[in-house]
């Protein structure tokens, strides 16, 4: 099984899963939080329309977590206070 990087922290994920049905698998539901209010958001629609999902991935900010394949090594930092 191969490994992203969340955060700092190894997180397994199968092949040809995305990096939110990684999060999703290791039992994450929410991995950044809104700027107003600073609440709590992961997947919700699931196929890139929402934008609920977002995360900086090898360092490009604002990724849709839902339509990016994990790859072996790559970096996902969660987000704070972004509305993106
Ligand atoms: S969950 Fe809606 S864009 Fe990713």
């Known amino acids: 099984?191969?490994?992203?990087?969340?955060d700092g922290e190894p997180l397994p994920f199968v092949e040809g899963q995305t990096v939110a049905a990684a999060l999703v698998a290791a039992g994450r539901?929410?991995?950044r939080t809104t700027r107003v209010g600073r609440?709590?958001?992961?997947?919700?629609?699931?196929?890139g329309v929402?934008?609920?999902?977002?995360?900086?991935l090898d360092g490009a900010r604002?990724?849709?977590a839902c339509?990016?394949?994990?790859?072996?090594?790559?970096?996902?930092t969660t987000e704070e206070g972004d509305d993106e």
């Open 29 to 31: 539901v929410a991995w």
């Open 62 to 64: 604002g990724q849709r």
């Open 39 to 47: 609440r709590p958001r992961g997947v919700f629609c699931g196929i």
């Open 1 to 6: 099984m191969s490994e992203i990087v969340v």
């Open 67 to 76: 339509l990016v394949p994990a790859r072996p090594g790559m970096t996902v």
């Open 50 to 56: 929402c934008f609920d999902c977002l995360v900086t």
